[in-house]
Every structure is written in structure tokens, then in C-alpha cells.
């Protein structure tokens, strides 16, 4: 079991910055990678950044390649996506979530956990 709460959302204008935080607990150290995803009203979820757990490797989506970066603490068991020059089409909620099983790190049905989410509102 892996529990994941995501906070650090909030309102920005268009071009500033957040980050995001995803505090993990339970077994996270035996999943084989953490996203990022979001999902704004009456679209389908969209696959952000996802990081492997032990061996680091990063991938982001085309819309958010060169803006946004995602990193992991050991030491707290937290993943953070920092967000940089955003953009109104931005404004989703944003879920973490883990993989227990190896496969594309980019697909949302790999993931068995999710957290709950936290709004990210970018302004014109």
C-alpha cells in the first residue's frame, strides 16, 4: 500500500512559477516509478512527468518539456515537479500517483495509487 498527498497548487500568472509536492508513505520504496498527471474540466487525464524510482529516469510530455522539472528527496520520500513559465493551458488539477509493475511510465493505467489532487489556476 502506498498512500501519496499532493499540495503546493495555487493561483499564478501566466509566465510565473509553482512546485508541487507529492508526500509519499508506506511501501513507496518497492514502486518502479511516480508521475505526475492532470486533468482539467471535461478533458481526459494528461500525462505530466513521471520519474523512475530507483533508477532516476525522467520523461515529460511535449507540453511541458523545457519548462517543467521533476526531482525526488529521498530523505523526506517526497517528488516534486517544479513548474516554470506557465501557461494558462496549464490550469488543471494535478495528481501524483505510483506504479508498482515496470512498463511506460507514461500511461495512467500503469499506476495503481493516485492522490487526491491539487488545483493549479494560471491566469492571462
Known amino acids: 500500500q502506498v498512500q501519496l498527498v499532493e499540495s503546493g497548487g495555487g493561483l499564478v500568472q501566466t509566465g510565473g512559477s509553482l512546485t508541487l509536492s507529492c508526500e509519499t508513505s508506506?511501501?513507496?520504496?518497492?514502486?518502479?516509478?511516480v508521475g505526475w498527471f492532470r486533468q482539467d474540466q471535461g478533458k481526459e487525464r494528461e500525462f505530466v512527468a513521471a520519474?523512475?524510482?530507483?533508477?532516476?529516469?525522467?520523461t515529460f510530455s511535449d507540453s511541458v518539456k523545457g519548462r517543467f522539472t521533476i526531482s525526488r528527496d529521498n530523505a523526506k520520500n517526497t517528488v516534486y515537479l517544479q513548474m516554470a513559465n506557465l501557461k494558462p493551458e496549464d490550469t488543471a488539477v494535478y495528481y501524483c500517483?505510483?506504479?508498482?509493475?515496470?512498463?511506460?511510465?507514461?500511461?495512467?493505467?500503469?499506476?495503481?495509487?493516485w492522490g487526491q489532487g491539487t488545483q493549479v489556476t494560471v491566469s492571462s
Open positions: 500517483a505510483a506504479a508498482m509493475n515496470s512498463g511506460t511510465i507514461s500511461f495512467p493505467d500503469l499506476y495503481n495509487y
Open positions: 508506506g511501501r513507496i520504496f518497492n514502486s518502479y516509478a
Open positions: 520519474l523512475t524510482w530507483r533508477g532516476l529516469y525522467t
